[in-house]
């Protein structure tokens, strides 16, 4: 299985970035997709979560200004980022899979500064 993830760059705040990530190969099931974050000094962090029947959710830090959306034929998810802050700053990954089986991407930066 692999997992693999775009979209990632440079950006002044405001602006707007759409990170890509599909996976590949035997995944069996997929009930959920998600992307994570780390930015510098926390602890990783759920940014944004798709299940398989469409219910989303996403981190306060990010309501209004993210959109997750997904492709179940393709194994694609797309986060659609907007508005992005220095505090947006880190390493996104995705994760896809299913309870007890669950895949990551090796992760794409994202910078938003001035």
């Not at 705040?13 to 990530?21: A, D, F, K, N």
């Not at 009930?31 to 469409?54: D, H, N, Q």
């Not at 393709?74 to 996104?92: F, H, Q, S």
Request: some cysteine; proline content about 3%; charged content about 20%.
């Amino acid at each position: 299985v692999e997992i693999v993830e775009s979209g990632g760059g440079s950006v002044q705040p405001g602006g707007s970035l759409r990170l890509s990530c599909v996976a590949s190969g035997t995944l069996g099931l997929i009930t959920f997709r998600r992307w994570y974050r780390r930015t510098p000094g926390k602890r990783r962090e759920i940014v944004a979560g798709l299940s398989s029947g469409g219910t989303t959710m996403f981190a306060e830090s990010v309501k209004s200004r993210f959109n997750i959306s997904g492709d179940n034929t393709k194994n694609m998810v797309v986060l659609e980022m907007n508005n992005l802050k220095p505090e947006d700053t880190g390493t996104y990954y995705c994760n896809q899979g299913r309870m007890g089986r669950d895949y990551w991407g090796q992760g794409t930066q994202v910078t938003v500064s001035s």
